[in-house]
């Protein structure tokens, strides 16, 4: 298996595209993670990961109702494509081990981000409305879906879509002259809402945390970080391990978000200190300890660490 992530033709400039190495091993799945792919008039434009956000109209669907695109806490193109990769790669392991031929995978960052529009498109596509911030369900469109100011300048956010959690969550609020309202337009719609924030804003978090965790509703507080490790559902999932970083001693690292049963999904080995296993890779390479060490001594590559 081979991963490459450089801009579109790099890797043909340096010897190492599909077609070169595939004559050497025929098996090789060979996977080219590039910005836009390996084709198209935008192959080869440098970009982030604000920019495919921009670009696939995730920005134009993200934030409130001013008008102004919000930029994510997290680097949602960036990630969601490295779990493309990596399911696309292991589909063409299954296809070799039954063809016994290597397969080019080619991912784009920008058609991962595309694809996550998947909701926003089918409602574009199907009707022609064009989806904007505040006006869709995941972004604040209704009062059962939204983020609410508590009290104490807190926020807890509700998503009570289904029936029953919304005749549940106006019960708890005491605004049951919205029963039939929930998908209302306006004025209702802004109305409900207003009345949320109203009845949310009377309350601190811990206050509301006591009368929500006794309902079945779903609905959750804006947590911090720090409250985030500490939270007894993340402990729980085994979500934080502890690792030995050698020198830096030890930390706490996120564990495997998926469990396996009977494998360890645990950290089991130490970060490794900068060209700690240059000699060693070399070494399977068929290099001598002679010609590593010329290596070094002509500037090739470092001493590495305690030399």
Excluded at 98 to 125: C, H, K, P, Q
Excluded at 227 to 255: C, N, W
Excluded at 294 to 300: F, M
Aim: with cysteine; charged share 25%; aromatic share 10%.
């Amino acid at each position: 298996m081979f991963i490459e992530q450089f801009r579109g033709g790099v890797a043909p400039r340096l010897g190492a595209d599909y077609e070169t190495l595939q004559r050497v091993n025929p098996r090789l799945v060979y996977c080219a993670f590039e910005g836009f792919g390996a084709n198209g008039p935008y192959a080869g434009r440098p970009a982030h990961d604000l920019d495919f956000e921009a670009l696939s109209g995730i920005l134009s669907v993200t934030g409130s109702d001013d008008g102004r695109p919000v930029i994510p806490g997290v680097p949602i193109a960036d990630l969601a494509s490295a779990f493309n990769a990596a399911f696309s790669i292991l589909a063409a392991l299954r296809r070799r081990d039954a063809t016994g031929a290597g397969e080019f995978v080619d991912v784009s960052i920008f058609d991962t981000a595309i694809s996550l529009m998947v909701l926003n498109f089918a409602r574009y596509l199907g009707t022609g409305e064009i989806p904007v911030p505040g006006e869709t369900l995941v972004t604040g469109q209704w009062a059962f879906y939204n983020i609410y100011e508590t009290k104490d300048r807190r926020w807890l956010s509700v998503a009570a879509v289904e029936p029953k959690f919304w005749a549940r969550l106006i019960g708890v609020l005491g605004v049951t002259e919205f029963e039939g309202d929930q998908f209302a337009g306006e004025p209702v719609r802004g109305q409900a809402i207003a009345a949320f924030r109203s009845k949310f804003h009377s309350r601190t978090l811990d206050e509301w945390t006591s009368v929500l965790g006794r309902e079945d509703i779903p609905w959750a507080p804006v947590q911090t970080l720090p409250e985030v490790v500490k939270d007894p559902q993340v402990l729980a999932r085994g979500l934080l391990v502890d690792t030995d970083l050698g020198r830096l001693g030890k930390h706490k690292v996120l564990g495997h978000s998926a469990k396996i049963e009977g494998v360890r999904t645990d950290a089991r080995a130490n970060v490794p200190k900068k060209g700690e296993h240059t000699a060693e890779v070399l070494k399977e390479l068929g290099y001598s300890a002679t010609e590593v060490g010329g290596l070094k001594k002509r500037g090739v590559i470092g001493p590495g660490p305690g030399s």
